[in-house]
């Protein structure tokens, strides 16, 4: 068993070169990015978030400000309502969607009676 850690160690920190090893970190923490947000997102309170890492890369917090910019003008170039979340309006959410969606969920209610 010893000689199967010491192959695996021996794979993972000396037969790769530190441009494989960085590629393949860089990559793993990547793909952990949404998770991080995920875990922040469920942090209780209602104050600003403080956070850092090193796998918190700018192009990855960039790319998620992009992808939210890119959402929000599809939607209002459909028309369709966009709700603004952050530290500010974040307890009033749930009382915006349940207003915006009141209508549809009555009609639905009146159709199963």
């Known amino acids: 068993m010893a000689a199967v850690r010491i192959a695996q160690v ?10 494989e090893m960085a590629r393949q970190i860089i990559a793993a923490w990547s793909e952990g990015f949404p998770m991080v947000v995920h875990d922040l997102l469920g942090l209780p309170g209602t104050g600003a978030i403080l956070a850092e890492g090193a796998g918190l890369f700018p192009a990855q917090v960039a790319r998620d400000i992009l992808m939210a910019e890119y959402a ?10 966009v709700i603004h979340v ?12 349940d207003q915006h969606f009141a209508p549809v969920v009555e009609a639905l209610a009146s159709e199963n009676q």
């Open 10 to 19: 021996r794979q993972r920190w000396v037969l790769r070169s530190p441009d």
């Open 72 to 81: 929000r003008r599809e939607a209002e170039q459909r028309g369709l309502k």
């Open 86 to 97: 952050d530290a500010q309006t974040v307890a009033g959410v749930v009382d915006r969607v």
